[in-house]
């Protein structure tokens, strides 16, 4: 088992800043892959970034390559999302997932999911 919890969601102008972290607890050595999805109101969960155990490899979804970073630091089992030059569409609730799919970017590879965090981003 894995227990994901995800903070740093808020309230924030377009064209501001704000820096997701997902704490993660458990087994978490066997969930290679972690990966920031974002939902909003009346839409699927999308995609957001991606990064492999060693963070060799790191994956965005086209609308926020350029704003935002994916990074993880393995010894304080935790990973974050800098968010930049944030723009209302992307207001959302982020979830952050743990999967063993390398490269993963759909939801049905990875098997871990917190509660999410919401991000508003006023215009």
């Known amino acids: 088992q894995v227990q994901l919890v995800e903070s740093g969601g808020g309230l924030v102008q377009a064209g501001g800043s704000l820096r997701l972290s997902c704490a993660a607890s458990?087994?978490?050595?066997?969930?290679?892959?972690m990966g920031w999805f974002r939902q909003a109101p009346g839409k699927e969960r999308e995609f957001v970034a991606a990064?492999?155990?060693?963070?060799?490899?790191?994956d965005y979804a086209d609308s926020v390559k350029g704003r935002f970073t994916i990074s993880r630091d393995n010894a304080k089992n935790a990973l974050y999302l800098q968010m930049n030059s944030l723009k209302p569409e992307d207001t959302a609730l982020y979830y952050c997932?743990?999967?063993?799919?390398?490269?993963?970017?759909?939801?049905?590879?990875?098997?871990?999911w917190g509660q999410g965090t919401q991000v508003t981003v006023s215009s």
């Open positions: 990064i492999s155990w060693t963070a060799v490899y790191t």
């Open positions: 458990g087994r978490t050595f066997s969930y290679a892959t």
């Open positions: 997932a743990a999967g063993t799919t390398r490269r993963a970017t759909a939801t049905y590879e990875y098997d871990y």
